[in-house]
């Protein structure tokens, strides 16, 4: 489990492609100490939750299933790109954001971007199954960063990154027309989930 909380902003180092259709990632974790990681734990690498399988001095290796590549933008993700990195939650962790699996649900894309104030406003494009689970004033996670819903229209939505964010995230260098991992918030699942199964839609 994850915050939404971004950690650092890291690099893809080297993707090598596998003849089976997955990919390994080399990440350079930037200002995240290696120190405490071991072979075995969870990174969320821009949303994705990802298995450390050796780690280095400065980062550390993943696999990337062939199903985590076709639901996610990291087939997408060529060495010398840029990533937002968290490590998993601790029973100390400060839960600055909400809780966030690093289970993408979708791919969006970002609609447009305008200045507000010294904030700018985001409008993203989820995909239509998702949009009954974004709610104003709810959360989202899109590329790891645990963000507020400002508004919603349809299967369209808009945040507001403020310059903290901007500066600490990957969303600086987003434009209109990139791609991001969407994870909608889990309790809308589960509600959804319960609701279903009290109408008797579902078998047990």
């Not at 990440?27 to 399988?53: R, Y």
């Not at 696999?63 to 993700?77: C, G, I, P």
């Not at 840029?82 to 939650?89: P, S």
């Not at 990154?161 to 600490?168: E, F």
């Amino acid at each position: 489990m994850f915050t939404g909380i971004v950690q650092a902003v890291g690099r893809i180092e080297e993707r090598i492609e596998h003849p089976s259709g997955d990919v390994s990632l080399l990440v350079d974790t930037a200002a995240i100490s290696m120190a405490d990681i071991a072979i075995g734990d969870s990174i969320c690498v821009s949303g994705v939750c990802l298995t450390a399988v050796e780690v280095t001095p400065a980062g550390f290796r993943t696999d990337v299933s062939a199903e985590s590549l076709a639901r996610t933008t990291l087939n997408k993700l060529a060495a010398g790109r840029r990533v937002n990195l968290e490590t998993a939650l601790t029973p100390e962790t400060r839960l600055g954001g909400h809780l966030v699996s690093g289970h993408v649900d979708g791919v969006g894309e970002l609609l447009a971007r305008r200045d507000d104030a010294r904030s700018v406003r985001f409008e993203f494009q989820a995909p239509e199954a998702l949009a009954r689970y974004i709610a104003e004033k709810g959360s989202v996670c899109i590329d790891g960063t645990s963000l507020t819903v400002n508004g919603v229209d349809g299967a369209s939505f808009d945040v507001n990154i403020v310059p903290h964010t901007l500066r600490a995230t990957t969303f600086g260098a987003l434009r209109p027309g990139d791609a991001v991992n969407i994870e909608v918030d889990q309790i809308a699942r589960y509600v959804e989930r319960l609701l279903t199964w009290r109408k008797g839609s579902v078998s047990p």
